[in-house]
């Protein structure tokens, strides 16, 4: 076997071997029951004692939601602030400026709602203060808001009849002490025995071979890299992220933050089966999600080894794939399953230019958020399918004249209103932003010239991914886009905010409202949730919206782009 097609398969069976324990071992966490970690809970106690917290007091959905949005609403102004004033602040042994209040703005928005977009080079753009106590804390904060919002969701499933979801500030605490705080130490230690640096000294400079002297930024990357993509985060400490041999040295360590990305999207798929008793359901939601991510992988990693069709036309050999953007010692296969992984999730990290990638892969690529249900970022990714789920439930329910129940709880008109409302924000802020974006570019020429790099169908590529990722909280870009204007900063961080906050506020209402209920025991008329034949019916709900909303888009930017080779 090919030594790359045998990376890509080791860490495919790596990420499954893996993420059933560990799902086992969520639930447990957030049910509260004894694992190995329990002696944090001297320091979790402290936690809710300086921050005044009672952690038995139950909240319904609404008091759980004023507390998510309060948080993040406080480390915004936090965020701003440091971001802004850092040029004044300590630990910039580099002398870097603060930033503008527009890049401020998007980087702290970005962040916040664990997109993680970046309109700067993280060398020049941030300095060692910021990168830890702005960018280093909200990866640990927003990751643990979404892992809570599911906690709540799963409780509220997981009840027969309750008006109360649980503790948002215990899941929160749980989700960083217990399950982010120790995996990231690991992953940590690991990159820094590869090499990845871990210091607060500034700048080196170095005589190459040749002669010439090169400055080398460093910094504490190890204790950055890895919630970055454990917390499916994505953002790079230096500019060109995990294509930097620092941040991402060798093979071993590119399979590493690969796994880290998707490790834990792929638990919580199971640690809902185990806390809600509902392994099967889980089986097949999973089932749905991997052969999703699956043939994504397999076509894109026959993509970008098969080569360029351009280059081969002119009689040049390829014999290590499409190697135009990408680094040699990552290779083409790496780097085209990274490219699916990164986006099946709401990690924007990248290990090689998107944007250099074949059309079909950056198709898939843009695809898989457009969708944004498959695995997803952590807790919030599995919140969006459930969203689908209601639909899919409904539609069954009329298709075969019975009432819709879901795990034991009617849907109802108010369930379906607001799982549309979720649904279709999604494709809303996409193709409008992106059609602003088309239309003041065609309107004047100046602005086209000094936003895109490439012409025609890949320039709109190029803006409808950036529009893509930020609705979808990824991050990640095709960097032919001059995005770092107002006007980008400004438009993506309005899409960064409503594609966070709004799907998560109707998710959670969905629980809450389904957890009030009367649970109704399940019988010979009930429609079953955990077949084979309701997770297609799932899969072609999931498949129709995102073809129909998206397939114009992508047929003027991607398709047209591949057919015009």
Same mark, same amino acid.
Request: neutral net charge; glycine residues 10%; contains cysteine.
């Given at each position: ?13 790596a990420l499954l071997l ?46 759980? /939601? ?16 440091? /971001? ?34 970046? =309109? ?51 899941? /929160? ?72 041999? +620092? ?9 590493? @933050? ?131 789920l209601i639909i899919a ?11 819709? @129940? ?19 924000? =999604? ?24 936003? +895109? ?82 997770? +297609? ?28 080779f």
């Open positions: 076997m090919n030594t790359e097609i045998l990376g890509v398969v080791l860490q495919w069976v893996l993420c059933y324990p560990l799902g086992r071992y969520i639930a447990k966490v957030y049910k509260g029951e004894r694992t190995w970690l329990d002696f944090m809970a001297p320091v979790e106690r402290g936690i809710y004692k300086l921050c005044r917290i009672n952690p038995d007091a139950e909240m319904d959905w609404k008091q759980f /939601l004023k507390a998510l949005l309060m948080v993040n609403l406080f480390w915004f102004f936090w965020g701003m602030i440091l /971001l802004v004033l850092q040029g004044w602040l300590p630990l910039n042994p580099d002398g870097n400026a603060g930033q503008t209040p527009d890049q401020a703005f998007n980087t702290c928005i970005s962040f916040m709602v664990n997109c993680n977009l970046q =309109h700067y080079s993280g060398e020049t753009g941030l300095t060692y203060f910021t990168q830890l106590y702005v960018i280093m804390l909200f990866q640990f904060v927003t990751a643990a808001c979404g892992m809570a919002a599911m906690a709540g969701i799963m409780k509220a499933l997981g009840n027969k009849t309750t008006k109360t979801i649980g503790n948002f500030w215990v899941f /929160l605490t749980r989700s960083v002490t217990r399950i982010l705080m120790p995996l990231s130490l690991l992953v940590g230690i690991l990159l820094v025995i590869n090499g990845t640096p871990m210091s607060f000294d500034g700048k080196q400079t170095i005589n190459t071979l040749e002669g010439n002297e090169q400055v080398i930024s460093q910094g504490p990357t190890a204790a950055i890299v890895p919630i970055k993509q454990l917390g499916t985060n994505g953002g790079g400490y230096f500019g060109v992220n995990s294509a930097h041999p +620092l941040e991402n040295p060798n093979a071993f360590t590119n399979m590493l @933050e690969c796994w880290s990305i998707l490790i834990l999207p792929m638990a919580m798929v199971f640690a809902f089966g185990f806390y809600t008793r509902r392994r099967k359901l889980a089986a097949w939601i999973f089932c749905v999600m991997l052969f999703a991510y699956t043939c994504g992988i397999v076509i894109s990693v026959s993509q970008e080894m098969g080569g360029s069709p351009q280059i081969e036309e002119m009689g040049i050999a390829q014999d290590l794939g499409s190697m135009e953007g990408k680094e040699i010692r990552i290779g083409s296969a790496a780097s085209a399953m990274w490219g699916m992984t990164t986006t099946v999730t709401s990690n924007g990290s990248v290990d090689s230019m998107h944007d250099s990638q074949t059309p079909i892969s950056g198709m898939l690529q843009m695809l898989n958020m457009q969708i944004n249900c498959w695995f997803g970022g952590v807790g919030v990714g599995w919140m969006n399918y459930f969203a689908f439930v409904f539609i069954s329910g009329l298709m075969v004249g019975r009432t819709p @129940e879901f795990l034991g709880k009617k849907v109802e008109a108010r369930e379906m209103k607001i799982a549309t409302i979720v649904v279709l924000l =999604h494709p809303f802020l996409i193709l409008v932003g992106t059609g602003i974006a088309a239309g003041l570019a065609a309107a004047r020429p100046e602005l086209a010239s000094a936003w +895109l790099n490439n012409p025609s169908f890949h320039g709109l590529s190029e803006m409808l991914y950036e529009y893509t990722s930020s609705a979808a909280n990824n991050g990640s870009g095709f960097e032919g886009l001059s995005d770092n204007t107002p006007f980008w900063n400004i438009s993506t961080g309005i899409a960064l905010i409503f594609g966070r906050y709004l799907p998560i506020v109707g998710q959670v209402a969905i629980a809450g409202l389904l957890a009030q209920k009367k649970y109704i025991p399940e019988g010979a008329g009930t429609l079953r949730t955990d077949t084979a034949t309701f997770s +297609l019916m799932t899969f072609a709900v999931i498949i129709i919206v995102a073809a129909l909303s998206f397939f114009p888009a992508q047929a003027l930017g991607p398709i047209a782009d591949y057919l015009s």
